[in-house]
């Protein structure tokens, strides 16, 4: 127990400086019922069928992994240092190894460096309409005991993506209705946004939406928002929308609108 809080520590100091969230906090429990299960079973032999013990070790670990996943990609979103998805996944694999009571674990990672990925992470935050907040890798994961030997190839894909579409259209002399349409996708299936906000840009920079007494969001459940409001006519509308699914991931677009 001592050794699974120290390691826990660890990467809160890491991550000092940068924001830490509840996310990564579940990673720690899933770790110690994941070991607490396999060291329990693994001390009575007769209780559990090595097969059945290596078949919920290797589903816990994939779950494990995709939850480190999560957080390490919700902190880089804030703004935390890209590397520390690479520091985290060595430390998980160093931790799953040594935790392994049954006979030998080997777990490898290989970070994606396909285009557009670069050292396991995608982020983009375009001014098309389109944010994308993505990290992906590859493990491997070797197990052997005294009677069963199994190797898992799994892959894990993280991505947060936004699409933002906006139209305007005439409402009096001097002011024109804006509406926005607004999709979240957790990979590639539509997701619910903890926390979503709409700006528009002005002569002064941008600003909030929410604070206009016209504004208006709608959420229809399913991942879609709708947000209309009225402001000074311009020669162009550019909105932008800043966006926190439900895993905490940061996700942004910007998008100028079409008249109508």
């Given at each position: 127990?001592?050794?699974?809080l120290?390691w ?7 991550c ?8 990564a ?8 019922s ?9 001390q ?8 059945y ?6 589903r816990n670990i994939?779950?494990?992994?995709r939850?480190?996943?999560i ?32 006979g ?13 990925y ?5 982020i983009?935050?375009?001014?098309q309409?389109?944010?994308v907040t993505?990290?992906?890798?590859d493990f ?9 030997e ?7 894909n993280?991505t ?5 579409n906006g139209?305007y259209?005439r ?9 926005v349409t ?12 903890k ?5 528009y ?11 206009l ?7 229809f459940?399913?991942g879609?928002?709708?947000a209309?409001?009225i402001?000074?006519?311009t020669w ?13 991931i940061?996700?942004q ?8």
């Open positions: 127990m001592i050794r699974r120290k826990i520590r660890e990467i809160c100091k890491d000092s400086g940068q924001v830490l969230i509840l996310t906090m579940a990673i720690a429990f899933i770790i110690i994941t070991i607490v299960y396999v060291y329990t079973v693994s009575h032999p007769s209780s559990v069928d090595n097969s013990k290596i078949a919920a070790f290797i994939k779950l494990g992994t939850n480190l996943i957080g390490s990609l919700a902190n880089i979103s804030y703004g935390g240092n890209v590397s520390i998805l690479e520091t985290n996944l060595q430390r998980w694999c160093e931790f799953v190894e040594s935790h392994y009571y049954l030998r674990c080997d777990l490898n990672f290989e970070l994606c460096e396909d285009d557009p670069s050292s396991g992470t995608w983009s935050w375009g001014t309409g389109l944010g993505s990290a992906k890798a491997s994961l070797n197990l052997t005991s005294k009677s069963v199994a190797t898992v190839n799994y892959p894990i993280i947060t993506s936004l699409i933002v139209i259209r409402y009096s002399l001097f002011r024109d209705v804006v509406n607004i999709s979240l996708f957790n990979e590639d299936h539509p997701a619910l946004a926390n979503l906000t709409v700006y840009s002005n002569m002064s920079g941008w600003r909030e939406a929410s604070a007494n016209t504004y208006e969001l709608k959420d459940g399913n879609t928002y709708t209309s409001f402001i000074l006519r162009t509308h550019r909105i932008r929308v800043a966006c926190y699914d439900q895993r905490e940061y996700v677009a910007t998008t100028t609108c079409v008249r109508t």
